[in-house]
């Protein structure tokens, strides 16, 4: 049996973890409820063809690390209010508990492993 006060720490925690590292490379909009990758700094007087390369490499690559982050997060926020529900440790495509195993390997789950490679297909 799932211990529900460890995994709601340890989801509180990845939760802290994620947003600390996302309010480094990007904002939040509460209208929205997105994260947005802020802009890359460094900008000099005198603008350099290789300088504006780079800082467009490193804005897609900040989205990109933005995107992954992002989704991450909504899977710890919801797997939280799950908790608060009482659905938490249900596959969301057969409806079945998630393994013991599986949720203590990635508490945010929301497939059980029967249907984990279906989970990235979910909707946010």
């Known amino acids: 049996m799932i211990d529900i006060a460890t995994q709601t720490?340890?989801?509180?925690a990845?939760?802290?973890?994620?947003?600390?590292?996302?309010?480094?490379?990007a904002t939040y909009d509460h209208a929205t409820d997105n994260w947005e990758a802020a802009p890359?700094?460094?900008e000099t007087s005198e603008p350099d063809?290789?300088?504006?390369?780079?800082?467009?490499?490193d804005w897609n690559e900040r989205r990109a690390t933005v995107a992954v982050l992002e989704t991450e997060y909504r899977n710890v926020k919801r797997a939280l209010s799950k908790i608060k529900i009482g659905t938490y440790g249900i596959c969301e495509v057969s409806g079945e508990p998630i393994e013991e195993a599986r949720l203590l390997a990635s508490p945010a789950a929301r497939t059980c492993t029967a249907h984990r490679e279906e989970e990235d297909l979910l909707s946010l």
Do not use: C, K, M
């Open 9 to 12: 720490a340890t989801l509180q």
């Open 14 to 25: 990845e939760l802290a973890r994620l947003e600390d590292e996302l309010r480094g490379i």
């Open 40 to 42: 890359v700094g460094g």
């Open 49 to 57: 063809h290789n300088d504006g390369a780079d800082v467009v490499e």
